[in-house]
């Protein structure tokens, strides 16, 4: 160790690090629970049934904006959809090179199916959590993101 330089922080005590390890341990969780439960749905695929439903017409490039997924993983997610019968896809009257993606009976079905699961899984992640702590997270995060933007 050189003189009079810092030690190197440890990945446990940096914010980001354990920011991303709380996501990424969340996604696991619930992307478990969809399977004890019988969905055979990932957490991606209910996301973007859902940014569709929510944003009718919304292109597959502000798909993975809404996301955060770059167009190839986009663009195959959407094609399991399609051949799960959650999507369909049609030319778009406008422009041929583009298609429309509508959200199927099934689709908006396993959506409202899932969504209570989603509800039970963030109650669970967030127990013992007080709003006031939630509401500074928020806060502090959506500050991050300004600061980044």
Same mark, same amino acid.
């Given at each position: 160790?050189?003189?009079?330089?810092?030690?190197?922080?440890?990945?446990?005590?940096?914010?980001?690090?354990?920011?991303?390890?709380?996501?990424?341990?969340?996604?696991?969780?619930?992307?478990?629970?969809?399977?004890?439960?019988?969905?055979?749905?990932?957490?991606?695929?209910?996301?973007?049934? !859902?940014?569709?439903?929510?944003?009718?017409?919304?292109?597959?490039? #502000? %798909?993975?904006? $809404?996301?955060? *997924?770059?167009?190839? =993983?986009?663009?195959?997610?959407?094609?399991?959809?399609?051949?799960?019968?959650?999507?369909?896809?049609?030319?778009?009257?406008?422009?041929?090179?583009?298609?429309?993606?509508?959200?199927?009976?099934?689709?908006?079905?396993?959506?409202?199916?899932?969504?209570?699961?989603?509800?039970?899984?963030? !109650?669970?992640?967030?127990?013992?959590?007080?709003?006031?702590?939630? #509401? %500074?997270?928020? $806060?502090?995060? *959506?500050?991050?993101? =300004?600061?980044?933007?």
């Amino acid at each position: 160790m050189i003189q009079n330089q810092p030690l190197m922080e440890k990945l446990k005590d940096i914010t980001f690090y354990t920011m991303d390890k709380a996501i990424r341990t969340y996604r696991i969780f619930a992307q478990k629970r969809l399977r004890e439960n019988g969905y055979k749905i990932t957490i991606d695929q209910w996301l973007i049934i !859902k940014s569709i439903m929510e944003n009718p017409g919304i292109s597959q490039q #502000e %798909i993975g904006e $809404k996301v955060f *997924k770059d167009n190839a =993983s986009v663009t195959r997610i959407i094609e399991l959809l399609v051949k799960s019968e959650y999507l369909e896809r049609e030319v778009n009257p406008d422009d041929r090179r583009k298609s429309n993606l509508n959200v199927t009976d099934e689709g908006k079905s396993i959506v409202k199916k899932v969504h209570s699961l989603v509800l039970e899984n963030r !109650k669970t992640a967030l127990a013992g959590i007080l709003p006031e702590e939630l #509401e %500074i997270m928020n $806060k502090t995060l *959506k500050r991050i993101i =300004s600061n980044c933007n």
